[in-house]
């Protein structure tokens, strides 16, 4: 599989193309496309979240993964390499290879300037069509913003906008608190 879009293939040939190949690559309705490589912004953001996180979620029934975990978005027909999920309850993966998971509570996507247009526009829509999912957070690596998108009860979507370093992202869908001056801990010009 190459950078470029790939003659459209079906989830199943997709599965077992990705589960042979030494890059990841995620899936579009019939259309495979590589992952770019990670600043070290977005990498430090990544580790910083899930290191904040890990703590929290541990003995609470939870647990976090980070970019290896593929997650299937069934409505839209997408697979999909979040930059953290976190499961609440029992993971229900796709099949017995554990390596997809069909029930994230959380994902979290690191914003890049070649991805942010995506994972702001048709990616978001489509995770907000995963049933299990209750937060979503979009993380900028070029300054100190978060876009914070919570499912209500009546299955609606209401978004906050954080930008104050001091800030709590308040997260008790999954019994945690993620300090916004842990998230940007160490990162260049932020």
Same mark, same amino acid.
Do not use: T
């Given at each position: 599989m190459s950078a !470029?879009?790939?003659r459209l293939v079906s989830a199943e040939q997709y599965l077992a193309q990705e589960r042979e190949?030494?890059?990841k690559h995620e899936y579009w309705a019939g259309e495979v496309v590589a992952m770019a490589g990670a600043s070290r912004a977005h990498s430090l953001?990544?580790?910083n979240i899930a290191n904040a996180l890990g703590p929290q979620i541990r003995g609470h029934g939870c647990e976090g993964y980070v970019s !290896?975990?593929?997650v299937r978005i069934p409505a839209s027909r997408r697979y999909v390499y979040p930059d953290v999920t976190v499961v609440c309850g029992e993971p229900v993966f796709e099949d017995a290879e554990v390596d997809t998971l069909t029930n994230p509570t959380l994902v979290a996507e690191v914003l890049s300037p070649s991805t942010e247009e995506k994972d702001r526009g048709i990616k978001l829509f489509a995770y907000r069509g995963i049933e299990s999912l209750r937060v979503c957070l979009l993380v900028s690596q070029e300054r100190?913003?978060?876009e914070h998108w919570q499912r209500q009860a009546d299955g609606s979507w209401r978004v906050v906008e954080l930008t104050d370093r001091k800030t709590l992202v308040d997260?008790?869908?999954i019994g945690s608190k993620?300090?916004?001056s842990e998230i940007y801990a160490g990162v260049p010009r932020i």
């Open positions: !470029e879009a790939q190949s030494e890059e953001i990544c580790w !290896e975990m593929r100190c913003w978060i997260l008790p869908e993620l300090p916004m």
